[in-house]
């Protein structure tokens, strides 16, 4: 009954005990079919027995004849079957066990259920502690937070977990998400009484968890003792810190080390032992790095130029201290958490600053530590417990009001609606929804009096550091009006990606102290000499993340019947819910196409989380993660010091599989884009890991990802327009790459083989191409080599990109090389000289140029540059096949003809 009411069942506790007392021998037939699934002395003939009580239970709920007692009987049968595990017969030293009671449950099988149903519930309760534990899939992680909303504390892991699986996309594991509330706070001895039994009750909570959960033993399987399993092996469980257990991790390895679990002190990352994200700032760095893009399109330079703030949050916290120190040009006009409403209408950037600075290492700070001295005339600090607060003009021109007193609710809501460049939030709450959102749907009614609609916002750039500031409908109504927001998922993914790396680090060096290599001090310096690197690994993800998000914006109206057909695709595959992830339906799509306007930043985030999710669970069902080439992508995951001192161990991770179909997924999608695997299956047909194959060999060939770090080390000296489009062609180029490779299956069987095979002669015909083009076709090279040069990017990546669409023709000059057994310059001649003498260049950039709309003219027009390009391949292996002896003297007199003859290319085409 305790579980009905989270799971939002509709009837009370009390008419659900009347019911089992108005009818005691279902109530008794229930019992005994928990007992026939799970009595773990019973073994034999289990299936026959719960088969012929639950035929008793149905032929007795036929008798029911009120329809209010039926639902709640079917219920308790329904939990009942939908139950994997339990604790109920565990036993400790004296006995069976008393402080609490575990369920572990299939959420798919429960009927009522909201939605999203995640693949593993676990329910924990004891007379002191509740708590649920709910799990994306087998290999899942995220933190645990002491809740106290106790009437619908699974409502708010639900929302949680639904935000940890889009924000888990960049890392191994799938999201989970969990929650505990106190069922019996101490009503005496004050903060300290508090937290004893808020840790009490989290290890109860814990070892709740871990009742349920395999172990591995020397490298073996061993299921819980007295535990009947109704699910497959699973023994993968970790945890991390979140609201109110930020200090809680050595508390959970403690628990860990009791039931001598497998992941020891990588059970709950962030420990004494493990990675600490507020010593680190990692989170708020993470979160930064989407500040500084949004500030970059904007022209903007975060780290040199002054710009204003208005923030959620306090510096004693994480995400706000360390976010506002990340800056030294940071001019906070105003901020609040839970006591009080900093104002600072006209802040010396630097001595503001250097008091923020302060304030962070101020034990337990509040702004009421905040020296009145540095803050500008007509501010204060002002306590949220006043009834009125008196604004100075200062005050008022800062947040863009004209009322000269307001409430602290009414100030608060000014505060976030002010004129400024930057809404930072790193507190908890949910800020700002929609118009078209009532408070109740929010689901936080603690701010409700605070709350703001995303229409009303008037700062250029959100940054969410903390989690559900914003609901995803408030986020997209900001958007759609010109803020620029990505999702609270994408912003402080960083905190989770530090996580997943300490853990899969801590799996590593465990197996290399297990087997004599490493002593636990040793294992523990390596940890934290380690910690920069980690940080660069990580923050490396929240920089692609923003890069594509802001690439993939810039495309999305032209994109958007690409996009509408990939979300049908992904909801007819029974992995996207629309309505659930408040993207756009038919309706809506038909009214932007006609407005000229795409999906918005966080509509295309979770976009690009589901496809990226879509893509892992194809790669990790395929042979790719054994592919020898791709498996560097597992190098490229660990921390340069493990690679040097470690390469051997480092393949015998026993989450090898799932760290490279991570890496490469999240270096495909990074790059191409939210919908780009959508659109190559539907232009190939291809299966969705050998687009992903495909892909890595074209960049591979091309060699674009040191072009890709030639444009990234351009920020802030070229416009992000510019640089947005040195990614788009880049990608072009290697999307064109993956269908040729796509149509010549035999080159996808060997990648690493295909590679060398292909790379040297893309290289060498990107560096001498315009020696074998006609003057008419350097022309276009040449002027969009200096376009690029006027706009800052300089001469040698600007050539490189203006050579990137032609040389796409390198893989069917190497094949033509090879079979005619010519020289690659030979082939080149011949080939571009012809292309040159027929005008082919102009033909396939006239095509390129069709506008098209729609699925079958855009691949219409792709089938059109492939007939093309076909052509070009077929004549010169004609001309060379014919001459094969004097191929070097005929490249020669091909080339010059076409050089000498640019000027009459309309009548040579034409005849």
Known sequence: ??????????????????????????????????????????????????????????????????????????????????????????????????????????????????????????????????????????????????????????????????????????IVPVGSKGGFVLSRPPSSGGRDALQAEAVACYQTYLRG??????????????????????????????????????????????????????????????????????????????????????????????????????????????????????????????AFDHRHVFIDPNPDAESSFVERERLFGLPRSSWADYDPARISEGGGVYPRSAKSIALSPQARAALGIERESLSPAELIAAVLRAPVDLLYNGGIGTYVKASTETHAEVGDRANDAIRVDGAELRCKVVVEGGNLGFTQRGRIEYALAGGLVNTDAIDNSAGVDCSDHEVNIKILLGQLVADGELDL??????????????????????????????????VSAARLDEHARHMSHLGAAGRLDREIEFLPSDKTLQARREAGIGLSTPELAVLLAYNKMELYDAVLASDLPEDPYLSKALLRYFPAQLVERYPRQIPSHPLRREIIATQIVNDMVNRAGPSFSYRLHEETGAAPAEIVRAWLGACAIFGLDALWAANEALDNRVEVEVQDAIVLAGAQLAGRGAVWLLQHRDTLLDLDATIRRFASGAAALGEGLERW??????????????????????????????????????????????????????????????????????????????????RWASLARVALRDDLTLLARELAQSVLGDAQATGDALAGSVGQAARSEGGGRDSDTAA
């Open 773 to 854: 083009l006609a003057p008419h076709e350097r022309e276009p090279i040449d002027g969009q080599a200096a376009k690029l040069q006027a706009r800052g990017v300089p001469e040698p990546l600007a050539r490189r990109v203006a050579r990137l669409d032609a040389q796409f023709s390198a893989l069917d000059v190497v094949e033509v090389a090879e079979s005619t057994e010519q020289r690659i310059e030979t082939v080149a001649a011949v080939y571009f000289g012809l292309g040159g003498r027929l005008d082919l260049g102009r033909l396939s950039a006239q095509i390129a140029e069709l506008q098209v709309e729609g």
């Open 209 to 334: 968890l871990l009742d349920l959960t395999d172990n591995l033993v020397d490298g073996k399987l061993v299921p819980p003792e007295r535990v009947v399993r109704h699910d497959d092996d699973d023994p993968y469980l970790v945890v991390a810190a979140d609201k109110g257990t930020a200090a809680f991790s050595d508390i959970a390895n403690g628990v860990s080390a009791e039931y001598g679990f497998w992941l020891g002190d990588a059970f709950a990352s962030g420990g004494s032992a493990g990675y600490d994200h507020k010593a680190m700032g990692i989170t708020a760095r993470g979160a930064w790095e989407s500040a500084k893009r949004h500030f970059r399109s904007l022209g903007h330079d975060t780290q040199t130029q002054d710009f204003t703030v208005v923030g959620i949050g306090d510096m004693s916290g994480d995400v706000f201290g360390n976010g506002m120190l990340l800056s030294r040009h940071i001019r906070l006009l105003a």
């Open 1 to 170: 009954a305790r579980y009905m009411k989270q799971a939002a069942f509709t009837f009370s506790q009390a008419y659900i005990e009347r019911t089992l007392a108005a009818h005691p021998s279902i109530a008794a037939a229930l019992v005994s079919l928990f007992r026939a699934r799970f009595d773990p002395s019973a073994d034999e003939g289990r299936a026959a027995r719960e088969a012929a009580v639950e035929a008793q239970i149905d032929a007795a709920l036929e008798q029911v004849s009120s329809l209010d007692e039926d639902r709640i009987l079917r219920q308790y049968l329904a939990l009942i079957r939908a139950t994997l595990r339990t604790n109920f017969y565990r036993a400790d030293g004296d006995g069976p066990r008393a402080d609490c009671l575990s369920l572990k449950l299939d959420p798919t099988r429960i009927p009522l259920l909201p939605e999203p149903r995640p693949m593993f519930e676990i329910f924990v309760y004891s007379p002191r502690v509740e708590g649920v534990h709910l799990r994306g899939g087998k290999v899942a992680r995220g933190g645990l937070r002491w809740s106290d909303r106790i009437e619908d504390y699974r409502t708010e892991v639900l929302g949680l977990v639904k935000a940890q699986q889009v924000k888990n996309a960049v």
């Open 521 to 554: 001090a040793q294992r523990d310096r390596l940890l934290a000499e380690m910690t920069d690197e980690v940080a660069r690994l990580v923050l490396l993800d929240n920089y692609a993340q923003n890069q594509v998000l802001g690439v993939a914006r810039r």
